[in-house]
């Protein structure tokens, strides 16, 4: 005999677990069904383990840069073991949050996978449960390399695990955002990095200037950026391995201990039996109208799983959204407006339009752009390198984007995902006084400088 419950969750991670608290707060009996660990891909093979990671890397160069500010320190290396043990540390006490809150909530947890039987019905571990509504929140898995070779390739995940050696030289394959993290990670640990890129320039979606200002940081670190680099195959050497790459000037190579590929991630919904349930699917990404309701009236589908921006707090808000709307709540959160972060160092913040693509959208733009090294928190911290752009409509001087390359850039994301949600401009934000000396004075500088007014740059 079936179990019935008003909603069940196809998946653990921020969209589900998110989605099944907002459900149970609405009085609305839920089952959440995760085959793995409870948070998903962010919580236990993303967002927060590499952040641990890279804070251990931001660690080590502040100590290798003590004697600057007048600290004597000597620098003795570092221990991996212990940097992979904390990071379990933090990820096994926010995994125990969330399933304390689920525990709390009422929220009926299976650890295990479940594929549809019909539109109503899924079966996880031999037993069937039924629902009202479905939410599918499946999630998505690492991008596999198509070149000769690929099986010789790891991806993410391997270099997360804490349990495998990692080599003096690393090859990564992917320029996007886990591959410049990585590549931060690793050269930080005094590795030789080689990041191979397809596209012209690494951050394909991100700001020209940004491309460009993290390319240089990179190679200063030691890291060899090959831009424009399409990856033919990979070769097993007597000690590594060999990536062959054909670029506008022809082959080359690099050779490399590990190839890591990290040319992004696709949907998750090859084992989920869609077919069963009547669910549309365009290579594997789930079809959902405005409202994150598939071709199945009762059947929903949040996070990864149906494309768009992969990022866990986007997840997350459509997890709450929908939770909602199931329950006939009003929800009025905007979904446009998602700001991206990269945790380089500096670090690297985003959202909305970049300069490129507000032009090309066909907007007649004003830009504000303030240089850290005019900022007094910056040259203090020895991170001056950098910068605040906002970009707005020259005509109705709303604000349309903003990319902020510098430190503290994904704390103080916030302010302007909160503008540009509210249709502010200008006006708006140059009513603000910010607090000094603080990296956030620069977005007011920025909004100065888009009109040749601002004070501390020419």
């Not at 890279?54 to 100590?63: K, N, P, S």
């Not at 033919?232 to 062959?244: A, W």
Request: glycine share 10%.
């Amino acid at each position: 005999m079936s179990k019935h419950f008003r909603v069940m969750i196809l998946g653990g991670g921020p969209a589900g677990y998110t989605a099944a608290i907002r459900c149970a707060q609405n009085g609305l009996e839920t089952v959440l069904f995760e085959s793995r660990q409870v948070g998903g891909t962010c919580l236990n093979r993303g967002c927060i383990p590499t952040k641990s990671l890279l804070h251990g890397a931001e660690t080590l160069c502040t100590v290798r840069e003590a004697a600057s500010v007048g600290v004597n320190a000597e620098f003795c290396g570092y221990d991996l073991d212990k940097m992979y043990a904390r990071r379990d540390e933090v990820v096994a006490k926010l995994r125990g949050g969330v399933e304390k809150l689920l525990k709390a909530r009422k929220v009926t947890v299976v650890n295990a996978f479940a594929s549809f039987k019909d539109a109503k019905t899924v079966v996880a571990d031999g037993e069937e449960y039924t629902a009202d509504d479905i939410i599918i929140a499946a999630g998505s898995v690492p991008t596999a390399l198509k070149a000769e070779g690929s099986e010789l390739c790891v991806n993410s995940d391997y270099l997360l695990e804490g349990s495998n050696e990692i080599p003096e030289s690393v090859a990564i394959v992917g320029g996007g955002v886990i591959g410049v993290e990585f590549a931060e990670f690793l050269s930080s640990l005094g590795k030789k990095v080689f990041v191979i890129e397809y596209f012209d320039r690494l951050l394909l979606n991100m700001d020209k200037d940004v491309s460009q200002y993290l390319a240089l940081a990179l190679k200063k670190k030691g890291v060899s950026v090959n831009c424009g680099a399409a990856v033919t195959r990979v070769e097993k050497t007597s000690d590594g391995f060999r990536v062959i790459f054909n670029t506008a000037k022809g082959e080359n190579a690099v050779e490399a201990g590990l190839v890591v590929v990290c040319t992004g991630r696709r949907a998750f919904t090859e084992s989920l039996a869609l077919d069963k349930a009547g669910v549309k699917t365009e290579r594997g990404v789930v079809l959902t109208d405005g409202n994150f309701r598939t071709n199945v009236e009762n059947i929903w589908a949040i996070g990864d799983c149906v494309g768009g921006m992969m990022l866990a707090h986007n997840a997350a808000a459509q997890g709450e959204y929908v939770a909602d709307l199931i329950a006939g709540r009003h929800n009025g959160v905007n979904l446009k407006v998602v700001p991206s972060c990269i945790y380089t160092v500096p670090e690297i913040a985003a959202i909305g339009l970049t300069e490129q693509k507000a032009t090309e959208a066909g907007y007649e733009v004003s830009v504000g752009k303030f240089p850290l090294g005019a900022n007094g928190k910056s040259l203090i911290a020895g991170r001056e390198r950098g910068f605040v752009k906002l970009v707005f409509d020259k005509k109705t001087q709303k604000l349309l984007g903003a990319t902020l390359y510098c430190d503290r850039a994904t704390d103080m994301i916030g302010e302007l995902a909160l503008a540009l949600a509210n249709g502010m401009g200008k006006e708006e934000l140059e009513r603000v006084i910010r607090p000094h000396p603080t990296v956030e004075e620069s977005i007011g500088e920025a909004v100065l400088a888009s009109e040749g007014r601002a004070i501390h740059s020419l």
